[in-house]
């Protein structure tokens, strides 16, 4: 077994938490209230400044081009369609400018941030792509289901695009790609600590806070957010 999927399945209860959780078969199903969906794209938007630093920092760190690229054409993605997508929501549910650039920060929300923001500035690669992998994987394993359901294709009709294109970015083949690619960095940072005895331990216990404990997600007031992982120690 790959130690992507073991360190998963030490997780099993909490990621299955996420990824069968309300919001996103609300979502999916096209239920879910806007006043939700306004609130947590809102908070989302907030992780890409964030984001393109982990991930730019993660290109510079990997060991090889062949590493890199799939990293760097999944960063222009989120610089672009992704981007894009969360421009077009905001003006069609009607998000207010200050919610869209300045959003009071849930707790969650922040400690996520600050977690981002730990691993982009640490230096190890491996702490790196285990955020990157956590994050990725959880939305591909709520969204691939969706996406390879019998009667998809007529359902994406039916959605608002905010909904049905959320699925999209986050299934599918290419997406697909990416999550494994991010998968089989981690397992080899993994693998190479238990080689460089001096590094092993600390990477260790990095990768089992970040993936261990997965993504857990709760309804807060009117919108759902991601509950902080635990942080690098």
């Known amino acids: 077994m790959r130690p992507s999927e073991q360190l998963k399945q030490t997780c099993i209860d909490d990621w299955l938490k996420a990824t069968n959780h309300p919001f996103c078969i609300e979502l999916a199903d096209g239920s879910l209230a806007l006043d939700k969906m306004r609130v947590y ?6 992780f890409i400044d964030n984001f393109v630093r982990l991930a730019a920092s993660a290109i510079h760190h990997a060991p090889s081009l062949p590493d890199r690229l799939p990293l760097a054409h999944f960063l222009g993605n989120i610089a672009g369609p992704e981007n894009t997508y969360f421009q077009r929501s905001f003006d069609i549910l009607s998000v207010a400018d200050s919610k869209r650039t300045a959003p009071k920060l849930l707790t969650p929300t922040s400690d996520f941030q600050a977690l981002m923001l730990k691993a982009a500035n640490s230096g190890e690669y491996g702490n790196m792509v285990a955020v990157l992998c956590v994050a990725e994987w959880v939305y591909l394993s709520w969204a691939q ?5 019998t009667d998809y294709a007529k359902l994406i009709k039916t959605l608002p695009f905010y909904f049905g294109e959320w699925v999209n970015l986050h299934s599918g083949e290419y997406f697909e790609s990416v999550v494994d690619h991010l998968r089989t960095q981690l397992d080899i940072a993994f693998n190479n600590a238990d080689v460089q005895q001096q590094q092993s331990k600390r990477l260790a216990n990095h990768t089992y806070n970040l993936i261990f404990h997965g993504n857990k997600l709760s309804i807060s007031g009117s919108g759902l957010h991601s509950s902080s992982r635990q942080a690098l120690t």
């Open 41 to 46: 794209l809102a908070q989302d938007y907030t």
């Open 145 to 149: 289901p969706v996406f390879e359901r």
